[in-house]
């Protein structure tokens, strides 16, 4: 009898960094296309009414999200607003993110605080540095309170450092869609903002952190001040006109 031969199973191989890179990439870049035409179908309002003029006199500052509203900066982008510098984590979701925000003309830092999880290469030292040097040169910047991925959300104290340090304001903001997802499986109840619908944009009021309170009770008025945003974001964008 002759014998059979099989051929061998073909070896699986590795994608390379550079493979999942591009991949994130283009995800993201997916990503930014959808939130034009979120921003470009929706009806915004905005509380208070004059918030870009208000920000404008405080410039530069430090605009503060929970990591829910991640993809909330580029919904509040209009002609004529100072730059605005984010920072993303580089995680995978990160890596996400900073593609899309970035194709929607917003330049991005990569780093993120220490948690529980991630102790080591989180470039937060280098990145902290870094939005330092954004709010000397006069940039605003942009960052979530929240150090990924905590579930929680508790501010991190990286963002009450960068006020201190700094001597800039922070402001607290959020978004929220009439039409929407609220993936409450993620971490951070991540919201997906749909298109044609009532778009409320919310930010607080100056945040000053300086030798008056404690690093605890910054970060305390903070979360307040986040909570009430975020809610007043999803109340208002559900209020019929």
Known sequence: MSETTVPPRPVATARTSDDILWTRRLAGNLLSLYIRLVRATSKPV???ADMHARAAKAQPAIYVSWHANV??????QEPGMVEVVGLASPHPDGQIAAACINALGVRMIMGTGASEKATHATGGMAAFRALL????????????????????RKVSKGVIALARKSGRPIFAMAAATSHRRIVERLWDKMQINHPFSRLALVVSDAIVVDESVTDEQAQAQLKSVLDDAYAQALRLADERS
Do not use: H, K, N
């Open 133 to 152: 040097r954004e709010l000397a040169a006069g940039s605003s910047v942009f960052l979530t309170a929240e150090v990924p991925p905590i579930p929680g």
């Open 46 to 48: 905005r509380l208070p």
């Open 71 to 76: 993809l909330a900066l580029p919904l509040f």
